[in-house]
């Protein structure tokens, strides 16, 4: 048998258990889901829903304490700089607001930790959960607030230029619309309503 013989043979070979694949899941059996069939969800109990959930989160969290920790370490050694000593009260005053945000962003953003570490075996994950995403949704919220802040500080120092309000207000809609109009977009167009 040649190459090109032994190649057709597997091309006919892999045609037929596709055909075989899509009688079996029109009769039932294992193989394709029919076209007809709609989505069904995962198959979890609510205690294994509230433990993935718990991770996702857990991951989702990791990420965005990292910039955090970042942006906390770059404010913190701007005031034992000799430049500090240098600022207006303006600059002063946008200096504190943005340590204090920081801050706050990462108390909340530290909070599910606390609150799962204290809840733990009380059977109440899925409350954890609940109040937990509602603590990092607050600590994104908050870590907009102060990413504007910082780099409207940040310009401010580095250049006297009047267009920095509005270089700022660009770069705190594209946060706006990466973290907040997107997904809400897409969560409103594409959930799929489960069918009981």
Known sequence: MTDLEHGHGET???DEERRGAGRAAQDGGVGRPRADDTPRGRQETPDERADRQWQ????EIRVVQTGVQILLGFL????FTPRYAELGPTDEAIYVLTVVL???TAGALIGPVSFHRIVSGRQIKHKAVEWASRLTFTGILLLVATLTSALFLILRVATDN???PWLVA???GWY???WFAL???ARARHTVQRKD
Do not use: K, S, Y
Request: with cysteine; charged share 15%; proline share 4%.
């Open 102 to 104: 920081g801050f706050l």
């Open 162 to 164: 009047e267009f920095v």
């Open 183 to 185: 997904p809400f977009w």
């Open 76 to 79: 913190l050694t701007v005031v």
């Open 176 to 178: 706006l619309l990466c």
């Open 170 to 172: 660009g770069v705190l």
């Open 56 to 59: 996702d989160l857990l991951q």
């Open 12 to 14: 006919v070979r892999r």
